[in-house]
């Protein structure tokens, strides 16, 4: 996470009262939503890979939620390309391809078939304001599967690309489009990555 939510909430008032993290690795924002005071039973974790989550539920608290499955689009069994140089957390659904040559120490030598499902089918009454996402390019696809949920939402924190570092990824502009449908503009962004960044998106018209 580049963006720093507790400066933003700081500085901007923002009032964050749940959370749904997808992409959650090992769960190492949980300190930062215990900052922010967000209701650890409004906290909403997703991770595919079956190794990050056995450790995310090791080190859970028991009142949080934690799921064992991708989002997207579809409800479908799908194989992830799997690293372990970056204790997996560069894995991704989408094929690796710049990402190859501008970390060349990264090398995605496994799959593993997960279980993806769309989340507005979930029929879960998310007690949440925020969406924070770190799927290594399939942010567009995880939104196509978000139409209700993105209704309720009103901020949105997502890792961003302007490069095709995994094969057919979405690029930052398709992101601004797509959201801008529900209302969202894309408020701070940062590139600290080079061509791959994290952005802020807000819901104006009910973010404060």
């Known amino acids: ?93 989408l094929k690796p391809k710049l990402h190859l040559d501008q970390y060349p120490h990264i090398i995605f030598d496994q799959t593993e078939e997960v279980c993806m499902k769309r989340i507005d089918d979930l029929g879960i009454d998310f007690l949440s304001n925020l969406i924070v996402l770190d799927i290594q390019g399939y942010e567009l696809e995880f939104f196509k599967g978000a139409n209700r949920l993105l209704n309720q939402i009103d901020f949105i924190l997502s890792e961003i690309n302007r490069e095709e570092l995994y094969e057919n990824c979405a690029q930052v502009d398709e992101l601004d489009e797509y959201l801008k449908k529900f209302g969202f503009s894309r408020v701070f962004t940062d590139w600290a990555g080079g061509n791959w960044g994290d952005a802020f998106y807000m819901r104006k018209t009910r973010a404060l």
């Open 1 to 93: 996470m580049l963006l720093d939510l507790r400066k933003l909430q700081l500085i901007h008032k923002y009032k964050f009262f749940g959370v749904i993290h997808v992409g959650a690795h090992h769960g190492q924002e949980r300190k930062i939503y215990d900052d922010l005071e967000i209701p650890k039973s409004n906290r909403y974790y997703f991770e595919p890979l079956a190794r990050n989550f056995k450790v995310l539920t090791e080190n859970a608290y028991p009142e949080e939620n934690y799921f064992n499955f991708a989002l997207g689009a579809e409800n479908k069994k799908v194989n992830m390309f799997v690293e372990d140089n970056n204790q997996s957390q560069s894995s991704s659904i």
